[in-house]
């Protein structure tokens, strides 16, 4: 049965990865946290695609005590999901705002984990499923400019690498997306570089095509598995005294 979830379905990406699953004839369960975006997105979808069934669930990954209700309560279990949620707001508002700090943490990383893990256990028992992540290349190395983000990033890279080596075996397959810029609200205001940032569109396909087609861990834009090869390689005695990149 092809059946997904997306959690985050009303993100600039996740509206994309929505549009280009149903166009390959996925039914669908969408979750948001604004009701009406999400039901705007159901309504378009359902036009451009009338056949496609949609479950839609108004949802706030960041509520954990919420997490086994509400898969529990999914009508159809998924055979694949997409995890698009992310937060980015302000590093130095982060440093200085604990609950800015907690929601960058909990949005990007621990609410993610906890999810991941009561689905996978359920794939495992069935020993079939995918699950696809994204995670970023500001987790590849600590940078003045995103360090709080970069580290929630990180450790999630980390946690979907040990969980995929633990359920290949075991029929499940957890698919790890190195996202770089992408034109979108959350990068809004930052210095990107035209040639090495994406189109939401195009990065939704290539996430769902990673995603399909089983890989492990990719790099959305090829340039930065060298750019960030590169980073990693200085000395952290020159790293540290660059100015902020």
Partial sequence: ?????????????GIHIVESLAKRDFSLSLTGRDKQKLADLKTEIKSRFPTTAIETYV?????????TLFYDSLITKPSIVFFVAG????????????????KTINTN?????????IISLDMEQ???????????????????MNYIYGSAKAGL??????LRSLLFSKGVHICTIQLGPVYTKMSAGHNLIPW??????????????AGLTKKDLVYIRWPWRLIMAMIQFIPEWI???LPPF
Avoid: C
């Fill in 109 to 117: 990383y621990s609410s993610v984990v906890s999810l991941i893990n």
């Fill in 59 to 67: 949802w706030d990954i960041t509520d954990f005590s919420s997490h």
């Fill in 126 to 144: 069935k020993r079939n499923g995918t699950i696809v992540a994204i995670s970023s290349v500001a987790g590849d190395r600590g940078r003045q």
């Fill in 196 to 209: 090495l940032t994406l189109q939401p569109d195009v990065a939704a396909e290539f996430i769902v095509k």
């Fill in 1 to 13: 049965m092809k059946h997904a979830l997306v959690v985050g379905a009303t993100s600039d990406i």
């Fill in 157 to 162: 890279t980390t946690y979907l690498s040990g």
């Fill in 239 to 241: 790293f540290k005294r």
């Fill in 87 to 102: 937060y980015y707001e302000d590093q130095i508002k982060a440093r200085l705002d604990q609950k800015e700090l907690l």
